[in-house]
Nanobody, 121 residues
Framework: QVQLVESGGGLVQPGGSLRLSCAAS????????MGWYRQAPGKERELVAG???????SYANFVKGRFTISRDNAKNTVYLQMNSLKPEDTANYYC???????????????WGRGTQVTVSS
C-alpha cells in the first residue's frame, strides 16, 4: 500500500502565494507520475499540473505562468508552488501518483485526501 499525504493548504488573499507538498510513502519501487488535481464545490475534478518521470512538467492552461510543479525523487515528494492566486483557484487540491510496487507490476494510481486552498479577501 501507498499513502499520499498533502500539506500546505490554507487561506490566502488574492495575489498571494502558497506551496503545497505531497509525500508518498509505503511500498514504492518507483513512481512514474506525480501530479495535482483540484475540485471546487459543484465542479468536476480537474488536472492542475503533472510531471512524468524522465519528462518535463505539464500544466493546465488556467495556471500556466502562475503555478510551478516540481519533484524531489529522493524524497518521493511533489510540490506545487502557487503564485498570483485568484479566487477562482479556491478548491480542494488532491495529489495523484502512479506507483509501481515492484519491477514486475504495472503502475497503480493513488490519491491523497486533499488539502483545501481558499483565496479570499
Amino acid at each position: 500500500q501507498v499513502q499520499l499525504v498533502e500539506s500546505g493548504g490554507g487561506l490566502v488573499q488574492p495575489g498571494g502565494s502558497l506551496r503545497l507538498s505531497c509525500a508518498a510513502s509505503g511500498s514504492i519501487f518507483s513512481i512514474t507520475y506525480m501530479g495535482w488535481y483540484r475540485q471546487a464545490p459543484g465542479k468536476e475534478r480537474e488536472l492542475v499540473a503533472g510531471v512524468l518521470s524522465g519528462d518535463g512538467p505539464s500544466y493546465a492552461n488556467f495556471v500556466k505562468g502562475r503555478f510551478t510543479i516540481s519533484r524531489d525523487n529522493a524524497k518521493n515528494t511533489v510540490y506545487l508552488q502557487m503564485n498570483s492566486l485568484k479566487p477562482e483557484d479556491t478548491a480542494n487540491y488532491y495529489c495523484n501518483a502512479w506507483v509501481r510496487a515492484d519491477y514486475s507490476t504495472p503502475p497503480y494510481a493513488y490519491w491523497g485526501r486533499g488539502t483545501q486552498v481558499t483565496v479570499s479577501s
